[in-house]
């Protein structure tokens, strides 16, 4: 696609359930960057996936987020035992590479209702 | 931590007025980037921003880095109506934390016709 793509859209959960958010990044792109964003407010850092080198997950709130990437292609947000607080937009973004003059280009996010 | 003050949180003004957000830091950035989000829609990047002092002007905007690379500032002239939505901006350590952007909490502007 032309852009990067988010699934699912939106989604509702129970306190307590697991849920697996999917972003497909623009083709060709080796960066690729996951955020959180709680209504109204700037965005948080949560992970960061570039080409075959360590992510840099330093971002990641608690144990019970995860995240995968295979390859330079699709990534997969995973949180475990959902709670409330986790209720926000997750964000995905992408970059053709970590240079300076890259653009990075978001998603339109997928977002998390936790009842 | 890196962390970037934005102010205001809100702001409503008229159409034609002019209004500046602004974006403040004790940490140094290597660029600055300044997006608007719109509801419903990730953030798009309007400018980003590298050298300290460089101004850049994109229409009725105009977006100032600061000499010291720690602030910036986003000046709109006129506004209309379609400039509503959210603008944040964001700042690069640069470095081994490359991507890892520190976002500030977001101006709301309303602009009334």
């Known amino acids: 696609g032309a852009g990067v793509s988010q699934s699912p859209s939106n989604k509702v959960t129970e306190k307590g359930k697991d849920v697996e958010l999917r972003c497909d990044p623009i083709?060709?792109?080796?960066?690729l960057y996951w955020y959180r964003q709680r209504l109204g407010q700037g965005l948080e850092f949560l992970i960061y996936f570039q080409g075959n080198s360590a992510p840099d997950k330093s971002g990641l709130p608690s144990d019970r987020f995860s995240a995968e990437r295979t390859g330079e292609s699709v990534s997969t947000l995973t949180i475990q035992r959902t709670q409330q607080e986790d209720s926000a937009v997750y964000l995905c973004?992408?970059?053709?590479?970590?240079?300076?003059?890259?653009?990075?280009?978001f998603g339109e996010g997928s977002w998390l209702t936790v009842v | 931590t890196q962390l970037l003050e934005q102010s205001p949180q809100f702001l409503s003004i008229q159409e034609g007025e002019n209004l500046t957000v602004y974006c403040n830091s004790s940490s140094v950035f290597s660029s600055l980037q300044w997006y608007r989000q719109e509801p419903g829609e990730g953030p798009v990047l309007l400018v980003t921003v590298v050298t300290g002092g460089e101004v850049k002007k994109l229409k009725r905007l105009t977006f100032q880095f600061g000499d010291a690379r720690k602030d910036s500032s986003l000046h709109i002239t006129a506004a209309q109506p379609g400039d509503t939505g959210l603008y944040l901006c964001a700042g690069q350590a640069g470095g081994t934390s490359y991507g890892k952007l520190t976002f500030g909490q977001g101006t709301i502007l309303t602009v009334h016709p």
């Open positions: 973004a992408s970059s053709f590479s970590r240079s300076s003059g890259n653009t990075i280009y």
């Open positions: 083709s060709g792109h080796t960066a």
